[in-house]
């Protein structure tokens, strides 16, 4: 039998370290960054300790204490120790360039991913698959009909406290007066019966400078009542036409009957109160979903805005509570000026 020339790779399994060592093994950090707060440390010890293996897991660390560091070495640890791929989300592409510079700070490999997906770097697609490199997108990179990003196993979605018109504008249908005149205005008139009798004066007068950032919302009953008037108005005036309006009305034209309309001068907004997250599987199925966030709140607003029922919680340690760190520069204009002097 003739010797193979292919040459054998042994395959070695990565040895299980925690994630305070993992950070020391990080050689080529910065000089700046020497070690790990106390209240990271605690965080990281808490996560490792209980919540490695949690579906949904919630962290709180106030803007400024080094909530990144938390998120990309919880990432980097689930990259290398479990193999997987990893996905950190941000809300802006300006933040998902900022983490990016931040990774480089300490050591943790990262690629960018933002704007059209068409532009995506193939070669860092390869990678972030392969479990090679932590892929940092914005949350549009994920939450849209086809995302390039379709199979990640651990999800950090950055900044969560504050995602919910990131997460719902993939289930959100917004018809802009300007663009869809006539659509708005057939909408207005299912409704006019409904609005504030003021409100809509001003709405059809269609005078810009009568009218402030009012929004009103159609109550509950009124909708249903109109719900198959409405529909039957959106699959007549949505067509193809318009790819990104026609999308938006796909995605949500099966569960209108558990949308909300709310009205404005310049937009009508229908979309549900709580975004259906776990009908999208590049979500749903992933292994593990951080939500970082500076307030975590107790009444389950986090719950609802990303459409998970329970999210196990580790909280700002008491030790930053008690004593804090780093500075924050605050200005006081009115002090020394007028509005019309800084205002100008």
Aim: with cysteine.
């Amino acid at each position: 039998m003739s010797k193979s020339p292919f040459k054998r790779v042994q395959i070695r399994k990565t040895e299980e370290i925690d994630l305070e060592t993992l950070f020391k093994d990080l050689k080529n950090r910065s000089p700046k960054i020497r070690d790990l707060f106390a209240h990271q440390a605690d965080i990281l010890r808490e996560y490792y300790k209980f919540h490695r293996n949690s579906r949904d897991v919630g962290i709180e660390l106030p803007t400024g204490s080094g909530k990144t560091l938390v998120g990309l070495l919880i990432g980097e640890w689930r990259r290398r120790i479990l193999n997987q791929r990893v996905l950190y989300v941000c809300p802006t592409k300006q933040l998902a360039h900022q983490v990016h510079e931040q990774s480089k700070d300490y050591d943790i490999d990262t690629r960018i991913f933002v704007g059209s997906s068409k532009h995506y770097d193939r070669k860092n697609l390869s990678l972030y698959r392969h479990s090679q490199t932590i892929a940092i997108s914005t949350y549009s990179g994920l939450f849209n009909i086809n995302p390039e990003f379709n199979d990640p196993q651990t999800i950090i979605l950055d900044d969560a406290h504050g995602a919910e018109t990131y997460i719902g504008s993939m289930w959100s249908l917004d018809i802009d007066r300007q663009k869809h005149l006539d659509l708005y205005m057939s909408i207005i008139e299912i409704f006019e019966k409904d609005l504030p009798e003021y409100f809509l004066s001003v709405i059809l007068r269609g005078r810009r400078e009568y009218v402030t950032q009012r929004v009103e919302k159609i109550p509950f009953g009124a909708f249903e009542r109109s719900l198959p008037v409405l529909r039957e108005t959106l699959n007549s005036k949505i067509s193809d036409d318009d790819l990104e309006l026609y999308f938006s009305w796909l995605v949500i034209q099966d569960g209108l009957h558990a949308c909300h309309v709310y009205i404005s001068y310049d937009h009508i907004l229908i979309r549900p109160y709580i975004p259906p997250t776990l009908v999208h599987r590049p979500f749903s199925d992933a292994e593990q979903r951080i939500y970082m966030s500076a307030t975590l709140g107790r009444g389950g607003e986090l719950e609802r805005i990303t459409g998970i029922r329970e999210i196990q919680r580790i909280s700002t340690p008491k030790i930053y509570k008690s004593s804090g760190i780093g500075r924050r520069f605050f200005i006081f204009p009115d002090f020394s000026l007028d509005p019309d002097e800084y205002n100008n």
